[in-house]
């Protein structure tokens, strides 16, 4: 099941990065990852209209390491910060506490930190801001029960928004550290 | 075997899907115009008829800037294609100051294309070009003639021949995808070089203009990237753990400054030697420093930083002991500096009556001037010329970009179809 799954995922990313119809045969690269380099070969290689179909030369990335299928990861709490903010709020000392708690019951468990800002701003000010919020949750959490080892910080900035809109109901929701669990 | 023809079927599905978005066509609208502009005609040129109508590539191109006034062409009232053709009390009737006529004659495997620019009410002419094209360069041809006009028009060369990169991001929250895209100046010819289904961001040209540094987050974690726009071959020139962000090129082209994070999450400025790999910490605070770009003899940078509590700008030397000097004072934000082709100035992200819109600040001086109006302006970059920048902008909650002239505030606004574009680069000139 879980191989059908990867391969299924393969096949998407490969199909939907082939400029040359529906092919007879998907290629199926089971090590896919995110992204596709769309490699140039010229006038005729367009993908952006779709022309040139076969000298479209499409190339697997060289970097392995991300490999992960889809859902990977098990969405957790979520704290949310004041504009421009990593202090985090009195109202999530329980989520630290409770998390930090597992954190030290279980060793296996490990937790990415995944920080956001809203959209307002500079997005490589934002990717900072969005590490220091996620910098944040680590530290409490280290101070809770968690070892280092259990613990990754990853920075989005405002590039992942939650919520689609652009007034302060949707800033307020985009504001955020995702506690991600990555392994039990 | 059911499944695995479902999961074909699906693919085949989600892989058109894929192609009508790659189709997605660009719009340019000028939104807002300036009081006196040069009122001009290009009439189609002779032997047209070929895939690229060159006559209105170059219009359009004219009529983007802002600066003229192109006479549609119903309204023309001849179309001539020499000069001894031309019949001036009409012209003068219809109220236009210069008329461009041309000719495009076949050339070997190419093209020759003559264009004369006359100035309708001395009947002189005022400029005789003659531009070489390939069957698949007419366009890229068309930009140069419109460069030569604005020129010699204007006083200072067009931008018309150049590219932007910029990043397309499409498809509801949970199922985002993000392409890295070069276009032409006008948006045409889009290509996409990066697709992923994490985020790019920032893409940096090469002085060169032959490659982009960017920043993705495949494998989720950030790297930056450089990579080839002609054969997409690319390189990981920074993966280290943490924030690997805001790649900037040095003028020699052979150094890039980065923003880098610390094992505690800190961020700071560094300059990586792309041969040697050998990487010089710039900063070295607590405060983010992040968003450098290199003065104009590659000797300091400029860039944001929070470390008197808001972020703003700072420049520093790079030279062993120097200390970050504070550029802006005006307004509690400016960020995301980007230098202007003479050096002298800056454009940045600022603060202004609660919205975030594009500034430049004069370096000497440190007098800034908030260009746009928008509420959602970031990313400003100049045009090669100095003439423009080009910034993203969120109109009707939709991820545009819009160019702003830095004396003029004409501002010309490029859309996607459907989706989000954002965080545009210019070329320098190709």
Known sequence: ?184 | MNKRVQTVLLACVLYVAGIAAAQAQLTVDITKGNSSPIPIAIVPFSGEGLAVDVAQVVEGDLARSGRFAPLARAAQPQQPTQASQIDWPQWKLVKTDYLAIGRIRADGAGYVIEVELHNVLSGERVLGVSVNATGSGLRLSAHRIADLLYEKLIGVPGAFATRIAYVAVEGPVAARHWRLVVADSDGENPVTIVDSKQPLMSPSWSPDGTQLAYVSFEGRVSSVFVQSIQTGVRDRVSGRAGINGAPAWAPDGRRMALALSQPDGNVDVFVLDLETKALLRVTDDPAIDTEPCFSADGQSLYFTSDRAGRPQIYQIRLAPGERAKRLTFEGSYNARPRLSPDGKMLAVVTQDQGAYRIARVDIATGQSLVLTTGRLDESPTFAPNGQTVIYSARERGRGVLATVAIDSGVVTRITLASGDIRDPAWSPRL
């Open chain 1, 1 to 184: 099941m879980n191989r059908l799954n990867v391969c299924t995922l393969a096949a998407l990313v490969a199909v939907s990065f082939t400029l040359a119809g529906c092919p007879k045969k998907p290629t199926v690269k089971p090590n896919a990852t995110d992204a596709q380099t769309v490699a140039q070969t010229g006038d005729s290689a367009n993908t952006g209209r779709g022309s040139g179909a076969d000298s479209n030369a499409v190339r697997p990335l060289t970097d392995t390491h991300g490999a992960l299928p889809a859902g990977e990861g098990e969405l957790g709490a979520t704290i949310r910060f004041e504009y421009d903010s990593a202090e985090i709020k009195a109202e999530y000392q329980p989520i630290i506490s409770s998390e930090g708690k597992q954190l030290a019951a279980n060793r296996h468990l490990q937790l990415r930190l995944e920080g956001n800002t809203d959209e307002r701003g500079s997005a490589e000010y934002n990717i900072a801001l969005g590490e220091r919020r996620a910098q944040a949750v680590k530290k409490a959490l280290l101070l809770v029960g968690a070892i280092d080892s259990q613990l990754t910080t990853l920075s989005y900035g405002e590039e992942r928004p939650l919520a689609d809109g652009h007034d302060e109901a949707a800033w307020t929701q985009n504001r955020r550290v995702e506690i991600v669990v990555t392994a039990r």
